[in-house]
């Protein structure tokens, strides 16, 4: 008789109901012939005796974390861990194609399948309330199912994801979520998979919108939001003080009251940018300040015009802060940046057994006679270790928690919570979403997604593993200070690198050049459409000699690289960027308060829209233009944020090579 549950419980799965390293030392001590006797009794109870005399029982339905062992030890120990790894290869060498063994199929179960009352039998009548509350705002999740090659299904839901190793058997379901949340999220989870059930989504990979009703406040909460951008646009950047940025501020924290992530965040930042140039920070860019206007109007738009997607377009699926149980991340580099007067490291993280990449974020003020380079920072304190190790290493953490934007916080709390080790092979383990190997899937993926103006603001979005079988064509373009390959996927697809000069990272380009050159397995980078095509941004770069970190390797920019032919001028995005850079220093100086020189602009701009043969641009812009220079400014907002929006989406998708 065997116990078909433990059968199921590959090696990650045992590290994470216990912990690696117990998993590891009893793996050791089967292998030196010190294993347990192992016996089964009539109704599933394992019983073994070691050989130092210890006796450990695992009763019906129970894991290696809620035996008895002799030992003493509380909880999970390596007698019982080593008891479900005996009883494993015994039921391996009596029936090859036992659960667990190379050759099982993985077995036609769904989640979807449990029933809401064996579900409050293993979550509890709490944890199901608290999920029902959050099946009524509506979520999005993204489904696995069972596969030959990743043979768990998963869920992954806004805030965690959850893993059912055991077909039937919910209470050996994982997800990183802390204990107080990990009914709720299991309970999520089985509703997803019956949604998709349901509606006869069977494909290994399903993306869906599960529950959700109308919302009390929904689009109608932004209001507020709204006539502060309005106001904000009116009068101008350089005539708001300090007291509208309070105002700002305090519109986020209620919006983030309301749960209407993706609006604060956006509300928050354009309080970032008016607080920056008041300041004089080099963070202010105009471009940008005009975008978070037009998303606000953008957002409330997609959520009025299509109710189901109002809680993806609005960020209400989401919690603020999710604290995640003992999770270990695996590294994708760092990216420098920041200005004059600071400097901001962004170091990558994808958990082992999600879906999604995190962002941790540190910002240092600089001193005088501070560099402050990528090189210089690699030695910087962070975590208990040094920024250079943390960019490419495994962190094991107890105290880490995961906010609506994907960024993750890590206490240092006590000694031990934290762990940083190298990254070793774990790079090779991470499987996709995260992992690209298909070029081709991957762009198809990106054409389906929405405009970037009303998709989820996860800061890291696009940054992704890509598998690569080759590259080609490594080149510099002197006049753009960029470097230039050519990458190939495993199917013989191509996608193109492109690698901007970093001034906080003189070593960079030099340090990408060499990697490239080299035995190229995979590549961290931000993965874009461009061209209609693919386009990496590498952040890290694996090869046969190990990680590279571009940002925080040495070196002076002095490798000498071949030179990339001068790519054709793009007279149409030309004219799409110079039409959104006049709005933007519309939106900078105050609708109230432009000058001939601006409108003059804005004329000149519109003509050169019609040049290129964007004629409903070029309309949107004199629309713009006659409302500023008619008395009364009551529909001056309309207009121009009827342009920001069409001249920002079409040149995202001209961009993108998508366009018609």
Same mark, same amino acid.
């Given at each position: 008789?065997?116990?078909?549950?433990?059968l199921?419980?590959?090696l990650?799965?045992?590290?994470?109901?216990?912990?690696?390293?117990?998993?590891?030392r009893?793996?050791?001590?089967? *292998?030196a012939g010190q294993?347990?006797?192992? +016996?089964?009794?009539?109704?599933?109870?394992?019983?073994?005796?070691f050989?130092?005399?210890?006796?450990?029982?695992?009763?019906?339905?129970?894991g290696?974390?809620?035996?008895g062992?002799?030992?003493?030890?509380?909880?999970?120990?390596? %007698? &019982?861990?080593?008891?479900?790894?005996?009883?494993?290869?015994?039921?391996?060498?009596?029936?090859?194609a036992a659960?667990? +063994?190379?050759?099982?199929?993985?077995?036609?179960?769904?989640?979807?399948?449990?029933d809401?009352? =064996?579900?409050?039998?293993?979550?509890?009548?709490?944890?199901?309330?608290?999920?029902?509350?959050?099946?009524?705002?509506?979520?999005?999740?993204?489904?696995?199912?069972?596969?030959?090659?990743?043979?768990?299904?998963?869920?992954?839901?806004?805030?965690?994801?959850v893993?059912?190793?055991v077909p039937? !058997? &919910?209470?050996?379901?994982?997800?990183?979520?802390s204990?107080?949340?990990?009914?709720?999220?299991?309970?999520?989870?089985?509703?997803?998979?019956?949604?998709?059930?349901e509606?006869g989504?069977?494909?290994?990979?399903?993306?869906?919108?599960?529950?959700g009703?109308?919302s009390p406040t929904?689009?109608?909460? &932004?209001?507020?939001?709204?006539?502060?951008?309005?106001e904000?646009?009116?009068?101008?950047?350089?005539?708001t003080?300090?007291?509208?940025?309070?105002?700002?501020?305090?519109?986020a924290?209620?919006?983030?009251?309301?749960?209407?992530?993706?609006?604060a965040?956006?509300?928050?930042?354009?309080?970032?940018?008016?607080?920056?140039?008041?300041g004089?920070?080099?963070r202010?860019?105009?471009?940008?300040h005009?975008?978070?206007?037009?998303?606000?109007?953008?957002? %409330?738009r997609?959520?009025?015009?299509d109710?189901? =997607?109002?809680?993806?377009?609005?960020?209400?699926?989401e919690s603020?802060?999710?604290?995640?149980r @003992?999770?270990?991340?695996?590294?994708?580099?760092c #990216?420098?940046g920041?200005?004059e #007067?600071e400097?901001?490291?962004?170091?990558?993280?994808?958990?082992?057994?999600a879906?999604?990449?995190?962002?941790l974020?540190?910002?240092?003020e600089?001193? *005088?006679?501070?560099?402050?380079?990528?090189?210089?920072?690699?030695? @910087?304190?962070l /975590?208990?270790?040094?920024?250079?190790? /943390? $960019?490419?290493?495994?962190?094991?953490?107890?105290?880490?928690?995961?906010?609506?934007s994907?960024?993750?916080?890590?206490?240092?709390g006590?000694?031990?919570?934290?762990?940083?080790?190298p990254?070793?092979?774990?790079?090779?383990?991470?499987?996709?979403?995260?992992l690209?190997r298909d070029f081709?899937?991957?762009?198809?993926?990106l054409?389906?997604?929405?405009p970037?103006l009303?998709?989820?603001?996860? !800061? =890291?979005?696009d940054v992704h593993?890509v598998?690569v079988?080759?590259? !080609?064509?490594?080149?510099?373009?002197?006049? !753009?200070?960029?470097?230039?390959?050519?990458?190939?996927?495993?199917?013989?697809?191509?996608?193109?690198?492109?690698?901007?000069?970093?001034?906080?990272?003189?070593?960079?380009?030099?340090?990408?050049a060499?990697a490239l050159?080299?035995?190229?397995?995979?590549?961290?980078?931000?993965?874009? #459409?461009?061209?209609?095509?693919?386009?990496?941004?590498?952040?890290?770069?694996?090869?046969?000699d190990?990680?590279t970190?571009?940002?925080?390797?040495?070196?002076?920019?002095?490798?000498?690289l071949?030179?990339?032919p001068?790519?054709?001028?793009?007279?149409?995005?030309?004219?799409?960027?110079?039409?959104?850079?006049t709005l933007?220093?519309?939106?900078?100086?105050?609708?109230?308060?432009?000058?001939?020189?601006?409108?003059?602009?804005?004329?000149?701009?519109?003509? @050169?829209?019609?040049?290129?043969?964007?004629?409903?641009?070029?309309?949107?812009?004199?629309?713009?233009?006659?409302?500023?220079q008619?008395?009364?400014?009551?529909?001056?907002?309309?207009?121009?944020?009827?342009?920001?929006?069409?001249?920002a989406?079409?040149?995202?998708?001209? $961009?993108?090579?998508?366009?018609d």
């Amino acid at each position: 008789m065997s116990r078909t549950d433990l059968l199921a419980l590959d090696l990650d799965t045992l590290a994470a109901l216990t912990n690696r390293g117990l998993v590891k030392r009893a793996a050791r001590e089967l *292998d030196a012939g010190q294993g347990p006797t192992v +016996s089964v009794g009539a109704d599933g109870t394992l019983h073994a005796r070691f050989p130092d005399g210890t006796e450990t029982v695992l009763p019906p339905g129970t894991g290696p974390a809620d035996g008895g062992c002799g030992c003493g030890a509380a909880g999970a120990c390596r %007698h &019982l861990v080593g008891l479900v790894l005996a009883h494993q290869r015994e039921a391996i060498t009596s029936s090859p194609a036992a659960p667990g +063994s190379p050759d099982a199929t993985p077995p036609d179960w769904s989640p979807g399948a449990t029933d809401d009352q =064996a579900l409050a039998v293993a979550v509890g009548q709490r944890s199901l309330a608290t999920a029902r509350r959050s099946f009524d705002r509506g979520y999005p999740v993204r489904l696995y199912r069972a596969t030959p090659a990743e043979p768990v299904p998963r869920a992954e839901l806004p805030t965690c994801t959850v893993r059912f190793p055991v077909p039937g !058997e &919910l209470g050996y379901a994982l997800t990183e979520a802390s204990a107080d949340r990990r009914g709720e999220a299991v309970a999520l989870a089985v509703w997803a998979f019956r949604a998709a059930d349901e509606r006869g989504l069977t494909g290994s990979y399903v993306e869906l919108d599960v529950g959700g009703r109308p919302s009390p406040t929904g689009a109608a909460g &932004l209001g507020p939001a709204l006539d502060l951008a309005d106001e904000l646009l009116l009068e101008g950047v350089v005539n708001t003080g300090p007291v509208f940025v309070g105002a700002l501020r305090r519109c986020a924290e209620d919006l983030v009251a309301e749960g209407l992530h993706w609006p604060a965040g956006a509300v928050a930042e354009l309080a970032g940018q008016v607080d920056d140039h008041a300041g004089r920070s080099a963070r202010y860019r105009p471009e940008r300040h005009a975008l978070l206007l037009a998303e606000l109007h953008a957002r %409330h738009r997609a959520a009025q015009s299509d109710t189901t =997607a109002a809680a993806r377009v609005l960020g209400s699926h989401e919690s603020g802060e999710t604290p995640l149980r @003992r999770v270990r991340l695996v590294a994708l580099g760092c #990216r420098i940046g920041g200005t004059e #007067r600071e400097r901001v490291a962004e170091v990558f993280f994808a958990p082992a057994d999600a879906g999604t990449v995190l962002v941790l974020g540190r910002r240092w003020e600089l001193t *005088d006679g501070q560099q402050g380079d990528g090189p210089e920072l690699t030695r @910087r304190r962070l /975590l208990g270790s040094t920024l250079g190790a /943390l $960019a490419s290493a495994n962190l094991v953490s107890e105290n880490a928690t995961r906010t609506a934007s994907r960024a993750v916080t890590v206490a240092r709390g006590r000694v031990g919570a934290n762990s940083v080790t190298p990254v070793g092979t774990s790079w090779t383990g991470l499987a996709e979403p995260v992992l690209i190997r298909d070029f081709a899937a991957h762009a198809a993926r990106l054409d389906r997604l929405p405009p970037r103006l009303i998709r989820p603001r996860v !800061e =890291a979005e696009d940054v992704h593993l890509v598998e690569v079988a080759g590259v !080609e064509d490594i080149g510099y373009d002197p006049a !753009e200070q960029t470097l230039h390959a050519t990458v190939l996927d495993p199917n013989g697809a191509r996608a193109t690198v492109l690698a901007a000069h970093n001034p906080f990272a003189p070593g960079a380009l030099d340090a990408l050049a060499r990697a490239l050159r080299g035995e190229v397995h995979r590549i961290a980078a931000v993965v874009r #459409r461009s061209g209609g095509g693919l386009l990496l941004d590498p952040i890290a770069v694996l090869t046969a000699d190990g990680v590279t970190v571009p940002d925080l390797s040495p070196g002076s920019g002095s490798t000498a690289l071949g030179v990339v032919p001068e790519r054709p001028a793009d007279p149409i995005l030309d004219a799409l960027t110079a039409g959104l850079a006049t709005l933007a220093a519309l939106a900078h100086q105050g609708l109230r308060h432009l000058d001939r020189s601006l409108l003059d602009g804005l004329a000149d701009t519109a003509t @050169r829209l019609d040049r290129v043969g964007l004629r409903d641009g070029a309309g949107l812009l004199r629309a713009v233009l006659t409302t500023c220079q008619e008395p009364g400014p009551a529909a001056t907002p309309a207009a121009w944020t009827e342009a920001q929006l069409y001249l920002a989406i079409a040149a995202e998708l001209h $961009a993108e090579g998508t366009s018609d």
